[in-house]
Structure formats: structure tokens, C-alpha cells
């Protein structure tokens, strides 16, 4: 009979422990929310003080390497102090820095308020996502963590619509971003109880852990990149094809429409099915044949807009159901650091993606931003199906 290995995960109560995910999505919603408002408006209040955009991308750039550095101590963080402190801390910098940002005008300074402030903010997703993580019942893990991501994408789409509404002037905005993260303090306090206790060190070392489930860490760079890079250059790929701003922008939300719509139902699916690497390699698939056709389908908004939808469903499923196996594998403290490990992977695909693709529309023009995504699919289908040739079974 097969042995699990250790640190696989063990039966648990199939119940959905309710003040956990509450505690988790609060602290998730206000990554989002923090996200989504802090980005577009220190862009906008660095091009008012008349910073040059290679600064502001500079700038801008801190934040994924802040992620990169801060997920490898998370772990050792929660372990010393315990998950709840180690999340009230981050709120307490991820807020006093966004306040910081306000008070402070040197353009330097910013540097190190960014490095705090996405820091912190590094260390409520990876602790959040363990403790949903943790305390999902195995049969029911797919559908928690689709409501976690959809209450995330909802975030991040909230963050620009409060930017929308409350403006770059004053204080304001940044006393709502900080208030806004502060809040996510009351719910985590209330579920203290209920967190799980990373009571002893991981066994490998970090970069190990990237490794261990890479179906899991290789999908969510994926997500990252394409995310990111999608985000950045469809305004580009879609204004050089002949659709106005306002056009490519409508399409950027359907896409945005598909993250949140989807989430769920693929969550709830991936519950259903025995190996959850064959529903990441069929959303890949569905991926690459959408990015293919692209270029094919751009002379028509509608069409092209219906593409995007199950599009964007299926690379923030690569999220959801990625993040969803990881948990199906591990426990404890190995749960843990890999989620540490999760987060890192996706801070390099966010990094990454949009170098790769802004290269490959500068080298192949307009239809190179459809062949590098296309080639970011295809290279994780490579690493699934060779996955699971070489470890057909799960412990």
C-alpha cells in the first residue's frame, strides 16, 4: 500500500471552519484593496512631481523584489513570534508605510517605504494563504480557496475603483489604503484561536521548496507572468491592432470579469477530480489555444472579448487550483514555507512576464505579445504532462 511521504496532508473535519476564512479573506482583501488603490496612485504622484518614467518604473520594480525578499523569512517570522503576531505586525508597517508615503516627499525615501510597505504586505498573503490553507477540509478545499481568490480579484479591482473616486490629492486616499489594512486586524484577532501553529522549522532549505510541488509553484508563476504582462501591454497590443483605449480598457475588464467569475467553479471542480495537475493541464491548454488565436480574432472586439473571458477564467484558476494542490500535498510547517515559496514564484512571473513580452512584440511585433504567452503555456503543459508521466500517483 502507499505510503505518504512526510509532511503530506492528513484526513481532517470536512467543515468549513468560518471565522478562519473570514480572518483569511479579510487579510487577503485588503492586500488586494492596498494593491490595486497604492500602484496607479504613486505612479500618478510621481509623474505630478515630474519623476521620469524610467524612475517610476525603478521605483514601481521594488515591489516584486520586496516580495522575493520577504517570502523566505516569512516562514522563520511566524514560526519565532507565532502566524497571528507575525500578521498584526504587517499590518501595523504595511499601514504606518502607506501613511509614510503621504508624509514624506523625498523621492529616495520612497524606496525603503516600498521595500516596507510590500514587505509587509508579502507576509499577509503567504500567512493568510497558509492559514486558509490549513483549515480547509480536504473535499471542500477547492471551494474555499475559489471564494479566497475571488474575494482577492475583487480586491484588486476595488483598489483602482477607489483610486477612481477618491483622486491622487491630500491624505485621503492614503488614509483609507492604511485604514483599509488596518481593519483586516479586528477579524485575524477575533479567529486567533482558530490559526494554525507552525511549531517547528521547515526541513529544507527555501529554494527547496520551490521545487518540491513544482506543478503548484511553476503554475502560479505562470499566473504571475501572464497576469502581469497582460495587464501592462494588452493596452499596447490592443490600441496597435485598431481598437481605441477605451475599447482595449472594456476588454481588459472582461478579462478582470473571467478571474472573478470562474474562480469558484474551478475550485469546486478541481474537488471532483482525483489528480489536480490534469485540471491545471487542461486550463493551460485552453490558455494557449486562446493566446494562439489572438492574432487571428483581433479584427473583432466581440470576438476577441469572449476569448478573454474564458481566458481570464483559466489563468486565474492557474492560481486558485495551483495554490489548492499545494495544500493537498503538504502540512505544518512545510505547508507553510511552501507557501512562502508560492508567493516567491509568483513575484518572479510578475517580474518576468513583462520583460519577456514586451521583448518578443519589439523583436516580432504586435503578435509577439500573443506568441510569448502562448509560449508560457506551452512550457508548463511540457512540465505537467512530464510530471505526470514520471509520478502518476499523489500520496
Known amino acids: 500500500m502507499h505510503q505518504p511521504s512526510p509532511g503530506l496532508s492528513k484526513p481532517a473535519e470536512e467543515q468549513i471552519h468560518w471565522p478562519s476564512l473570514f480572518a483569511a479573506v479579510a487579510a487577503i482583501s485588503a492586500v488586494g484593496i492596498a494593491i490595486g488603490l497604492g500602484l496607479p496612485l504613486l505612479s500618478i504622484i510621481m509623474e ?41 505586525l504587517a499590518i501595523l508597517i504595511a499601514s504606518i508605510s502607506a501613511l509614510g ?6 523621492f529616495w525615501l520612497w524606496f525603503p517605504l516600498r521595500v516596507a510597505f510590500h514587505g509587509a504586505i508579502t507576509v499577509m498573503f503567504i500567512l493568510s494563504e497558509f492559514w486558509i490553507n490549513a483549515t480547509a477540509p480536504p473535499r471542500k478545499r477547492g471551494l474555499v480557496l475559489g ?26 486616499p492614503f488614509a483609507v489604503g492604511a485604514g483599509v489594512i488596518l481593519l483586516a486586524a479586528i477579524p ?17 532549505h527555501f529554494l527547496r521548496y520551490v521545487f518540491l510541488v513544482p506543478t503548484a509553484t511553476a503554475a502560479v508563476f505562470i499566473f504571475g507572468a501572464v497576469e502581469s504582462g497582460g495587464l501592462s501591454l494588452f493596452p499596447i497590443f490592443g490600441t496597435r491592432a485598431g481598437f481605441s483605449e477605451a475599447q482595449a480598457a ?10 472573478v467569475v470562474f474562480q469558484i467553479p474551478l475550485g469546486m471542480l478541481s474537488d471532483r477530480i482525483k489528480d489536480r495537475r490534469t485540471l491545471l493541464s487542461l486550463m493551460t491548454v485552453v490558455g494557449l489555444i486562446g493566446a494562439l488565436s489572438l492574432p487571428l480574432l483581433v479584427h473583432s472586439w466581440l470576438l476577441t472579448a469572449i476569448v478573454l473571458l474564458f481566458w481570464g477564467g483559466c489563468v486565474s484558476g492557474l492560481y486558485t487550483v495551483g495554490l489548492s494542490h499545494l495544500g493537498s500535498r503538504l502540512t505544518g510547517a512545510d505547508l507553510a514555507a511552501a507557501n512562502a515559496a508560492f508567493i516567491f514564484s509568483y513575484a518572479v512571473g510578475t517580474v518576468a512576464g513583462p520583460q519577456v513580452i514586451g521583448a518578443a512584440m519589439d523583436i516580432t511585433g504586435n503578435s509577439g505579445f500573443a506568441w510569448a504567452i502562448a509560449g508560457f503555456f506551452a512550457i508548463y503543459i511540457v512540465l505537467t504532462i512530464g510530471r505526470m508521466v514520471l509520478r502518476p500517483k499523489q500520496g
Do not use: Q
Not at 519623476?51 to 511566524?78: C, E, F, Q, R, V
Open 48 to 88: 505630478k512631481r515630474g519623476i521620469s518614467s524610467t524612475m517610476i518604473g525603478l521605483n514601481s520594480a521594488m515591489a516584486g523584489l520586496a516580495s522575493m525578499a520577504a517570502a523566505p523569512l516569512t516562514t522563520k517570522l511566524a514560526h519565532r513570534i507565532g502566524v497571528v503576531p507575525a500578521m498584526l
Open 101 to 106: 508615503f503621504y508624509a514624506i516627499e523625498n
Open 147 to 172: 471564494i479566497y481568490g475571488t474575494v482577492l480579484s475583487l480586491g484588486f479591482a476595488t483598489g483602482p475603483l477607489l483610486f477612481s473616486i477618491l483622486g491622487s490629492d491630500g491624505i485621503l
Open 188 to 204: 485575524i484577532f477575533i479567529a486567533r484561536k482558530e490559526c494554525p501553529v507552525i511549531d517547528e522549522k521547515p526541513e529544507r
Open 250 to 259: 472594456l476588454l481588459l475588464t472582461v478579462m478582470g470579469i473571467g478571474n
